[in-house]
T-cell receptor, first 114, second 113 residues
Framework: NAGVTQTPKFRILKIGQSMTLQCAQD?????MYWYRQDPGMGLKLIYY???????DKGEVPNGYNVSRSTTEDFPLRLELAAPSQTSVYFC?????????????FGDGTRLSIL | KQEVTQIPAALSVPEGENLVLNCSFT??????LQWFRQDPGKGLTSLLL?????REQTSGRLNASLDKSSGRSTLYIAASQPGDSATYLC????????????FGQGTTLQVKP
C-alpha cells in the first residue's frame, strides 16, 4: 500500500518562480492537509480539505493555493516563491470526523528557495 | 488560541532506561491528543492517539497519558533501545470536525548503546 505519496522529494527554486507540490493518497480518505515544518519547529497547517471541491485556510496560508478536484489528489501551489517559503512540506490524509483515527503522512518535499 | 509546548527539546539517555516525554497544551477543549515519531528525512508515523474521554493509551513499550484539567500529556517509553532514537511530536486536535492539528516543537531523543 502506498499510503500518502508526495512528489518531488527535493526541489530548489529561484525567487519569484512558481511550482506545484503533488500529493496523492490511496486510502479513500476524505480529509487532506498540507503542513510546513521549519528547522527545529513543529508542523504548521497551511491548507486543508474535508472533501473534493472543499478547501479552507489553515494557520499559515499566505503565498500558497490549493485545489481538490478528486478525493485522491491535493496539490499545493506556490506562486512567486520567496526565501521565507524554504521549508519541508508534508501532506497528510485522515478518514474524517467521528472516526478518531490518526492522520497518515507522506515523506515530505524539501524545498529550498534561493 | 491553542498552543502546544514540548520540553525538553532534546534528551539523551543510556540504553535500557525508562523515560518520559512531556507535552503541555493551553486549551483543555481538545478532541484528541496524538503522539508521532519522526525519523530524520522522513514523515511522521502515528504512535498513539488518546481521545478526550480517555486517560491513557498503550502500545507495546509505549504508554501515553492525558490530563485535560492540567493541560498535560506524557509519553512513557519503557526499556529504551537505540532504535527509539528519533524526534517525538505531540499534537492536539481541538477542532472536533476538521482534524486540524496543533503541533509542539518536538523532543529529539537519543538512546546511547
Amino acid at each position: 500500500n502506498a499510503g500518502v505519496t508526495q512528489t518531488p522529494k527535493f526541489r530548489i527554486l529561484k525567487i519569484g518562480q512558481s511550482m506545484t507540490l503533488q500529493c496523492a493518497q490511496d486510502m479513500n480518505h476524505n480529509y487532506m492537509y498540507w503542513y510546513r515544518q521549519d528547522p527545529g519547529m513543529g508542523l504548521k497547517l497551511i491548507y486543508y480539505s474535508v472533501g473534493a471541491g472543499i478547501t479552507d485556510k489553515g494557520e499559515v496560508p499566505n503565498g500558497y493555493n490549493v485545489s481538490r478536484s478528486t478525493t485522491e489528489d491535493f496539490p499545493l501551489r506556490l506562486e512567486l516563491a520567496a526565501p521565507s517559503q524554504t521549508s519541508v512540506y508534508f501532506c497528510a490524509s485522515g478518514p474524517g470526523v467521528g472516526v478518531n483515527q490518526p492522520q497518515h503522512f507522506g515523506d515530505g518535499t524539501r524545498l529550498s528557495i534561493l | 488560541k491553542q498552543e502546544v509546548t514540548q520540553i525538553p527539546a532534546a534528551l539523551s539517555v543510556p540504553e535500557g532506561e525508562n523515560l518520559v516525554l512531556n507535552c503541555s497544551f493551553t486549551d483543555s477543549a481538545i478532541y484528541n491528543l496524538q503522539w508521532f515519531r519522526q525519523d530524520p528525512g522522513k514523515g511522521l508515523t502515528s504512535l498513539l492517539l488518546i481521545q478526550s474521554s480517555q486517560r491513557e493509551q498503550t502500545s507495546g513499550r509505549l504508554n501515553a497519558s492525558l490530563d485535560k484539567s492540567s493541560g498535560r500529556s506524557t509519553l512513557y517509553i519503557a526499556a529504551s533501545q537505540p532504535g527509539d532514537s528519533a524526534t517525538y511530536l505531540c499534537a492536539a486536535d481541538g477542532s472536533g470536525n476538521t482534524g486540524k492539528l496543533i503541533f509542539g516543537q518536538g523532543t529529539t531523543l537519543q538512546v546511547k548503546p
